[in-house]
């Protein structure tokens, strides 16, 4: 009638479906395990990848960057050159453009007396002839050189305070050539005459309760003079002034040839914008007196400024106080 049914129990039946499920359950779960195993192996291989590009970069980078640095010194090379050889076209352009083949000056010892100098020239034209004669002018006044067979030559004693820029004049065949030559120019001859020191005021200035402050230290430098065995200073003195009125006054040592003076004064203002002046005045042994700029200011209720920029100029005074010499730039000596 109909198909025979074995005596199956109901809980097998059910186990059986319980079981199948199970099974799916587990594939699914290796699969997913597997597709996690594999993002994870992916990331792995996309970190390493990662930092291989990156070590690669990082070496072509530091290769690049080696590179660079190599054409950076080439170019300087390359300029240095470029600038030697128009350095050496210019040269000879000018010493084409020269009438003179050889041209020096030496200054010789400063006579104390007369405070001047012997300039001696020795000069060689390119060209001479049996008529050549030479002369040289300074400020407007000129002088014969004699002849030594193609050579010219004379000394001119100039005053110490006077600017030697001399003009070479070559007369010959009824014509006359007029040169520079700046192998020459000695420009400011007591520049090379008289010693020198170079001082400067380093160090603090304030003002409180209406008082003035500086402390720190005048380095008076190297002393330097072309003759340092018949020129020296044999006295040194400090003075401070204030608006004209000298408020400090003090002897230093003019010992040795390199020397620093330490300096801590303080002096009353009794109002705003008033001129502190820091001189250091050296008097040599020919007479003269030199002063020097240490420090220059100017009060104010605010914080004080900075020493004046024209620090370590130079003033020079005769023996009785006349004005003798002062930088160009200067209408009136002030200190």
């Known amino acids: 009638m109909g198909a025979k049914l074995g005596r199956v129990p109901i809980a097998e039946i059910y186990n059986d479906g319980n079981e199948a499920e199970?099974?799916?359950?587990?594939?699914?779960?290796?699969?997913?395990?597997?597709?996690?195993?594999?993002?994870?192996?992916?990331?792995?291989?996309?970190?390493?990848?990662?930092?291989?590009?990156?070590?690669y970069a990082f070496f072509d980078i530091s290769s690049l960057k080696r590179q660079i640095t190599y054409l950076e010194d080439e170019i300087?090379?390359?300029?240095?050159?470029?600038?030697?050889?128009?350095?050496?076209?210019?040269?000879?352009?000018a010493e084409e453009g020269r009438l003179l083949e050889h041209a020096s000056v030496d200054i010789g010892n400063l006579n104390p007396s007369t405070l001047t100098v012997p300039l001696t020239f020795i000069l060689t034209p390119k060209?001479?002839?049996?008529?050549?004669?030479?002369r040289i002018e300074i400020d407007g006044e000129r002088f014969l050189t004699e002849r030594s067979g193609t050579q010219f030559y004379t000394t001119i004693y100039q005053d110490i305070f006077n600017v030697a820029e001399p003009q070479i004049i070559i007369e010959e065949g009824g014509a006359t050539?007029?040169?520079?030559?700046?192998?020459?120019g000695l420009g400011k001859l007591v520049e090379h005459s008289l010693p020198q020191i170079y001082p400067r005021f380093e160090g603090q200035t304030n003002i409180a309760n209406g008082t003035f402050k500086a402390g720190g230290n005048i380095p008076l430098g190297q002393i330097g003079?072309?003759?340092?065995?018949?020129?020296?200073?044999?006295?040194?003195?400090?003075?401070?002034?204030?608006?004209?009125?000298?408020?400090?006054?003090?002897?230093?040592?003019?010992?040795?040839?390199?020397y620093t003076y330490m300096v801590e004064e303080s002096f009353p203002l009794d109002k705003d914008w008033q001129s502190v002046i820091m001189v250091v005045a050296a008097a040599d042994n020919t007479g003269l007196v030199h002063h020097y700029l240490a420090g220059f200011w100017f009060s104010s209720s605010g914080p004080v400024p900075e020493p004046y920029s024209r620090a370590g100029i130079r003033t020079i005074y005769s023996a009785d106080g006349e004005l003798l010499w002062k930088p160009d730039y200067m209408r009136e000596a002030w200190w």
Do not use: C
């Open 177 to 184: 050539k007029t040169t520079a030559d700046d192998r020459l």
């Open 127 to 134: 060209e001479v002839r049996a008529d050549t004669v030479v």
């Open 76 to 93: 300087s090379a390359l300029r240095s050159r470029i600038h030697s050889i128009y350095e050496d076209v210019d040269n000879k352009i």
């Open 22 to 55: 199970a099974q799916d359950g587990g594939a699914e779960e290796r699969q997913m395990g597997k597709k996690e195993k594999d993002k994870r192996w992916m990331l792995i291989n996309g970190a390493i990848i990662l930092a291989l590009l990156l070590s």
């Open 225 to 258: 003079a072309p003759q340092l065995d018949i020129l020296w200073f044999t006295e040194l003195r400090l003075f401070i002034t204030v608006d004209g009125e000298v408020v400090v006054e003090k002897e230093l040592s003019a010992g040795g040839r390199s």
